[in-house]
């Protein structure tokens, strides 16, 4: 069965800091991979995806990820963070012919003023 | 506009009591998902539907039934079986397969007392 493993649960850094969640998968096939955020009170949101191509990949509010194959990585970045980026992160990933989105457990993230 | 309709937001029931949760879609996906979020364990699969009239368990189905008459529709009962079913449950959909990742309505926190 596919897994997804998330470090570092809680993250706690002052604005402008820059931000690295490491995401790592289990599943060997192809896979295509998701960051959602759930900022407090609110839904998940899709914040990138990536399924081929150009491994990094951009997605809203100047976050970006990075797919590593080789080393079965999907780690999301921020350069200079904000307040607003006060949420908690997940990484998804499904394989082909699995039909079912796994989770990781969650990065929850605050950011100091 | 298209979306995902979870209700209600907050429903409080008392133990030993089934109850259900609504989830509508007005996107025109043919699959539908329930998982359940708590602090610290991500999201886990409780059940999903990938076409009207058919549904498979998720990782955690004990305690929990489906139905999908409709493909608008997709509702999910706690039973008093579960024993623990104070959580947050969130309802999403997809194109078949779900390669190309969820959609997600805004969630219901049961609490049981």
């Known amino acids: 069965a596919q897994s997804v493993s998330q470090h570092n649960h809680h993250v706690i850094l002052s604005e402008a800091a820059s931000l690295e969640l490491g995401c790592n998968y289990s599943?060997?096939?192809?896979?295509?991979l998701f960051w959602y955020v759930q900022y407090p009170g609110q839904h998940l949101q899709l914040l990138l995806k990536?399924?081929?191509?150009?491994?990094l990949v951009k997605g809203i509010k100047g976050f970006e990820a990075e797919f590593i194959k080789s080393k079965f990585s999907f780690n999301l970045r921020k350069p200079s963070v904000q307040w607003s980026d006060t949420a908690e992160y997940f990484c998804a990933v499904i394989s082909y012919g699995n039909n079912r989105l796994a989770f990781g457990k969650g990065n929850q993230v605050v950011v100091i003023p | 506009d298209g979306g995902i309709t979870q209700s209600p937001k907050y429903l409080f029931r008392k133990e030993g009591q089934n109850v259900t949760l609504s989830c509508e879609q007005n996107?025109?996906?043919?699959?539908m998902y329930w998982y359940r979020q708590d602090p610290g364990q991500g999201l886990r699969l409780i059940y999903y539907s990938q076409i009207v009239n058919d549904f498979q368990k998720g990782d955690i189905a004990e305690g929990y039934s489906v139905s999908r008459e409709k493909k608008e529709s997709f509702p999910l009962t706690v039973t008093s079986a579960q024993k623990n079913p104070t959580a947050f449950y969130l309802c999403?959909?997809?194109?078949?397969?779900?390669?190309?990742?969820?959609?997600f309505g805004s969630g219901t926190r049961l609490t049981v007392v």
């Open positions: 999403a959909s997809s194109i078949p397969n779900g390669n190309y990742g969820y959609t």
């Open positions: 996107l025109n996906h043919d699959a």
């Open positions: 599943y060997g096939g192809t896979v295509n």
């Open positions: 990536y399924f081929s191509g150009d491994p």
